[in-house]
């Protein structure tokens, strides 16, 4: 237990430090940005790219790990929006957003950190699988739905070839496709290019976990709303059980993952609070202050869930 603790008080100090630095004014909000920027941009596409590259494609493609996830993601992401939807009598961009909280894990910034000292032989490996389906499966499936409920006046076709585009533009996607050609014709990466990477890569724990710190501090709070307990509640509680469920229906089906270390990784990663862009993908549809405080009371909490989960899943 007490080497659990050890590894969630890191994670919060590093996160503790980014809110910290932009509180006391050591930061602003607008100079983190480039910090954040430099992550997505640059830190985690070099990590993601050395894991794809360096390893058999084999391991990035366990279709047991893929579909599990994906279809906990999208059971929590359905539940979410028809509850908001039916019960809370929500609209559909609020509904969609709501869902998202739910369902879409902050797998680069928080996730990849905390598997790198729970589960350091699998992280690599978890977070590029985890970013193919929050790339390829979940985002598009927010944007889609949030742009239909905005009234979009882009038809189907359209909308589909809009999406599409920025997705060839980002670069996690284009890493990860780099990576897998790498792999697959096991082509060598000179070391005046594969150092640099390096380099790069192993920025991206720390400084991911110190803007996700400095990203809370400035978000636009507003009014605490009852509505949000759910998506807090669905988020760290509903979507690691969801995940860890259908882990085991693949299992029984004979479509399991075989190491026991990468299925643990799985229910940790959906552990995590939102993805860091959630308020920011809301802000564009007018429901940022929602996910704002959302997102920031499931970061809080998750310390004493993140543990609870690595106390129930780890090998």
């Not at 190491?259 to 862009?277: E, F, Q, R, T």
């Amino acid at each position: 237990m007490l080497d659990i603790f050890s590894i969630t008080g890191v994670i919060f100090l590093l996160i503790g430090v980014g809110y910290l630095s932009v509180r006391l004014g050591v930061f602003s909000s607008t100079e983190m940005a480039p910090i954040g920027k430099f992550v997505v941009t640059f830190a985690l596409p070099a990590l993601i790219f050395r894991a794809v590259a360096f390893r058999p494609i084999a391991e990035i493609a366990n279709i047991g790990y893929l579909a599990a996830v994906v279809a906990g993601s999208l059971a929590v992401f359905v539940f979410g929006y028809v509850w908001s939807r039916r019960i809370s009598g929500a609209g559909p961009s609020a509904s969609t957003f709501r869902a998202m909280g739910m369902s879409c894990s902050n797998s680069g910034f928080v996730g990849y950190p905390v598997l790198l000292m729970a589960l350091p032989d699998v992280a690599s490996t978890a977070l590029a699988m985890n970013m193919i389906v929050e790339n390829l499966v979940m985002i598009p499936l927010v944007l889609t739905m949030a742009e239909r409920s905005a009234g979009s006046s882009a038809a189907g076709g359209q909308m589909v070839i809009e999406t599409a585009s920025k997705l060839c533009r980002n670069p996690i996607l284009i890493a990860i496709a780099l990576g897998i050609i790498v792999s697959v014709f096991t082509l060598p990466v000179p070391q005046l290019i594969a150092l640099p990477i390096d380099a790069i890569a192993n920025a991206s724990a720390a400084l991911s976990l110190v803007v996700i710190g400095g990203t809370l501090a400035a978000l636009p709070f507003g009014s605490p709303k009852g509505s949000v307990i759910p998506v807090v509640l669905g988020k760290l509680l509903l979507h690691p059980i969801a995940v860890g469920a259908s882990l085991a229906v693949l299992s029984a089906l004979g479509l399991g993952v075989d190491n026991d270390s990468l299925a643990a990784a799985a229910v940790l990663m959906a552990s995590m609070p939102a993805m860091g862009i959630y308020p920011i993908l809301a802000q564009r549809f007018g429901e940022e202050r929602e996910a704002a405080l959302a997102m920031f009371a499931m970061t809080v909490l998750s310390f004493a869930t993140i543990s609870a989960a690595m106390v129930l899943v780890l090998p």
